[in-house]
């Protein structure tokens, strides 16, 4: 079992780590520069490339059996994310977990997966418009999300290497 430093720190890892790896060139070194000062180094987590490789796979599928563009148009607009003006952070993280907790009314891997293919979403969004905090707050929010309602879960299905490593398909 993970305990909660070292869960949140695998799990900030994660995140970190499958965003740059998700992201296209010019988002790539936008990311790489707000990530600096940021401890993304996959040792920490067991497995942690062939882990991010795998989450890439999954969440590429999912986007491709799932995604639907055009519901996340008025949910950016009215939060602010496409536009250059500051964004609420605060709103950002109350819409954020309210769709966090609306997905995991059930709980499994596929599930876990979406959540990933959101934030990514949402990030990338983010990141055309410089804004930085929103997108440290969503990758705390997540870390902090996961380690308060998922770890248990997480942890009784062998963990982070478990689930993405199997590459199950959601």
């Known amino acids: 079992m993970s305990n909660t430093a070292d869960f949140r720190l695998q799990t900030s890892t994660l995140c970190h780590s499958f965003l ?3 992201a296209n060139k010019q988002d790539t070194d936008y990311l790489t ?5 940021t401890n993304i ?6 497995n942690g490339q062939e882990i991010i490789h795998s989450l ?22 009215s939060l602010g994310i496409d536009s250059d003006k500051p964004v ?3 709103a950002l993280e109350i819409f954020y977990l309210e769709i966090l907790n609306g997905l995991f009314e059930k709980l499994n891997w596929g599930r876990i ?13 983010l990141s055309k418009h410089g804004h930085s905090d929103a997108i440290q707050m ?10 308060e309602k998922l770890k248990n879960w997480i942890n009784l299905h062998d963990g982070w290497v478990s689930s993405l490593l199997n590459s199950f398909f959601v």
Request: hydrophobic share 45%; net charge negative.
């Open 20 to 22: 740059l790896a998700s």
């Open 33 to 37: 520069d707000l990530l600096d000062n």
């Open 41 to 46: 180094d996959l040792t920490c987590v067991p």
């Open 56 to 77: 890439l796979q999954l969440v590429g599928d999912f986007n491709q059996r799932f995604s639907q563009t055009h519901e996340i148009e008025p949910v950016a607009q």
């Open 88 to 90: 609420d952070k605060t």
């Open 113 to 125: 997966v979406a959540m990933f293919a959101f934030l990514r979403i949402l990030v990338l969004r």
């Open 138 to 147: 969503l990758i705390k929010t997540t870390s902090q999300y996961s380690d």
